[in-house]
């Protein structure tokens, strides 16, 4: 492939053009693609979430690729998002044995391994529960709730009642909902509902045995949805179920019953999948943070319902804000951050305005952790500044693989983690702005914008 045409993919791939990538490379003739130029046109319909396409791409150079460790990775990453968990994590341990060390390849390789196992659990415990129910074997029926009070089961409030109350379900109305759904709701759900149709109950935690985007330990829930259109978080509601599906991405398993804290990047599903349309569901949580990664909760709503328990149960807050406080104090840096620290002449001492921010930043949010808030925004700054002075020909790529390795996968100074949305988010940001620009691939803070951060090191 020539080299003005790689250059060219690569400023489009730099500009997230992907389709311009896809267009340009499909109108070159099948026979006259190279190696080369397969491996751009399936970069860039993985980039552009189309897995299958760019697997069928992979396949056509897959001799020649057994040897190239990024040609197992781009594999891998179209597996891994395509759920083909097992299959990504042999495809992301080739690319580690042929060239090691590489954090992204890492970090998929352990993900795709968990996955995979969790997969295979999920698999076998659904086909028992088919067997059994194929089998005939049932649960003698009871009415539901008939050992557990409802009265102080729900919270009353403003918001629930505006949000989430409608009255209680008519029998046309249950009906006309399971239809517009497609799935028979749980004879408990109904009881519920009859009782008060929708709202935020008391408990809001349900204990779980490995761990969400949430939590270790537990999945937390902000309201339960009504049986009705009325209001947004009711099933059929503006925010209801078939719209988390159709405009949120969410598996097409069965019924959104339950927003989370997350604002839509989480909820709890009744999961029809192995009972059938018309049976008796189990109850799930759906993690799109995650690659939509399902975690079973209870067999039935009831049982979800009765093992509800206070957020109280797990509020450690005190003791993690304090165990934060003293990571940002006196955590060691990781050496990526030692390096670009010992480069800076501009802000003395460095790395005690680093660690002054991230300070505030714990204080007002009680954990150390960077989102999409003002503050995670200066780090934001601070980081792609302090590399970019250093590494000034560096691209948006290049940037972004590199991004865990200073503070979010850092030493005791580190989140532990981070979400990868978040810093493309704000690197879009930025270029909107016109404080990020970009020639020929390399990426970098316009003059006056890099005096701005400085600044607001110095007043840290």
């Given amino acids: 492939m020539k080299k003005n045409l790689i250059d060219q993919l690569n400023e489009w791939h730099e500009l997230d053009e992907h389709q311009r990538i896809v267009d340009s490379l499909s109108a070159i003739p099948t026979e006259a693609r190279d190696y080369e130029t397969i491996s751009h046109l399936a970069r860039a319909h993985n980039n552009l979430g189309l897995y299958e396409e760019a697997l069928e791409q992979f396949d056509k150079i897959s001799e020649a690729g057994k040897k190239d460790s990024l040609w197992h990775y781009r594999v891998g990453f179209a597996l891994y998002h395509l759920q083909r968990y097992e299959e990504a994590a042999q495809a992301f341990s080739m690319a580690d044995q042929l060239e090691s060390g590489i954090q992204n390849t890492k970090y998929f390789l352990r993900q795709s391994a968990h996955k995979a196992e969790k997969q295979k659990r999920e698999l076998l415990r659904l086909t028992k529960k088919k067997t059994a129910l194929e089998r005939g074997s049932t649960v003698a029926k009871k009415i539901p709730f008939s050992n557990m009070p409802l009265t102080d089961f729900w919270d009353d409030s403003e918001y629930a009642r505006t949000s989430y109350q409608s009255e209680p379900p008519t029998d046309e109305l249950i009906d006309s909902i399971e239809k517009e759904l497609g799935y028979k709701l749980p004879c408990s759900y109904i009881t519920l509902m009859n009782q008060q149709n929708g709202g935020v109950p008391m408990n809001t935690c349900f204990p779980t045995e490995e761990p969400t985007s949430w939590a270790e330990d537990h999945i937390a829930i902000t309201g339960i949805m009504g049986i009705g259109r009325e209001k947004g978080y009711s099933l059929c509601g503006d925010l209801g179920s078939p719209f988390m599906i159709e405009e949120w991405g969410y598996p097409d398993i069965g019924v959104v019953i339950c927003d989370c804290p997350s604002a839509g990047h989480d909820v709890v599903m009744l999961d029809y999948r192995a009972c059938g349309k018309d049976g008796e569901p189990e109850v799930v949580h ?16 009831e049982e979800f319902i009765k093992g509800l328990v206070s957020e109280e149960q797990y509020d450690t807050s005190e003791e993690d804000k304090e165990e934060d406080l003293d990571k940002v104090t006196h955590g060691k840096f990781s050496p990526l951050l030692k390096e670009l620290c010992s480069r800076v002449t501009e802000v003395e001492p460095v790395e005690q305005k680093i660690r002054n921010i991230c300070t505030r930043i714990v204080e007002e949010k009680g954990h150390f952790s960077f989102h999409a808030d003002e503050l995670s925004y200066v780090m934001y700054d601070v980081q792609f500044w302090l590399y970019t002075k250093s590494y000034p020909d560096t691209s948006r790529d290049q940037y972004l693989a590199t991004y865990e390795k200073i503070i979010a996968f850092g030493e005791e100074f580190g989140l532990g983690g981070y979400a990868p949305s978040f810093i493309t988010e704000w690197f879009d940001h930025r ?30």
């Fill in 431 to 460: 270029i909107k702005e016109g404080r990020i620009i970009q020639n020929h691939g390399m990426i970098r803070f316009i003059d006056s914008y890099v005096e701005e951060v400085i600044n607001k090191l110095k007043e840290a």
């Fill in 286 to 301: 759906v993690d799109q943070e995650d690659d939509y990664e399902i975690t079973f909760l209870a067999d039935n709503f």
